[in-house]
């Protein structure tokens, strides 16, 4: 979209355009080559414009909710209804059924440590004296059970 190699000049009507890239996950350098200006610019045009940057940041949520959507649904799972055409008795018949999807571990974690980082992050603060080890006392308590069982 350039004339005789000069960039294109704002106009309104590039709103719609964004919008739509946008909700196909567009990033500013991705804007930048389908309108044929530099990043700059549309940096410039999201800040200085209100239509466009609303056309962006609109386009952007839509985008980022459904994906958001999709990871929430692997990270608990979910039921998916199905419908095909199958050949019974010689004549084509439709048929439903529903396909669980079970949760996906990753995608748990992935959520919970975005979502909720001070309690899902990988690395611990420095060690409280006070906090008590779980998992310690379930290993010390096995232990304990082997050991009573073994005598």
Known sequence: MTAMGRPILYDPALCEQAHNYCLLGATNDELAEFFGVSPRTIDRWIADQPDFGDAVRRGRIVADSRVARGL????????????????????????????????????????????????????????NPNHVDDIALLDAAGESARHRDGD
């Open 72 to 127: 929430y649904e692997r990270a608990v799972g979910y039921d998916r209804t199905v419908e095909r055409s199958v050949v019974i008795g010689g004549e084509l018949k439709p048929v439903t059924s529903t396909i669980h999807y079970p949760p996906n571990v990753q995608a748990c974690i992935f959520w919970l440590r975005n979502r909720r980082r001070r309690a899902w992050r990988d690395i611990a603060d420095a060690p």
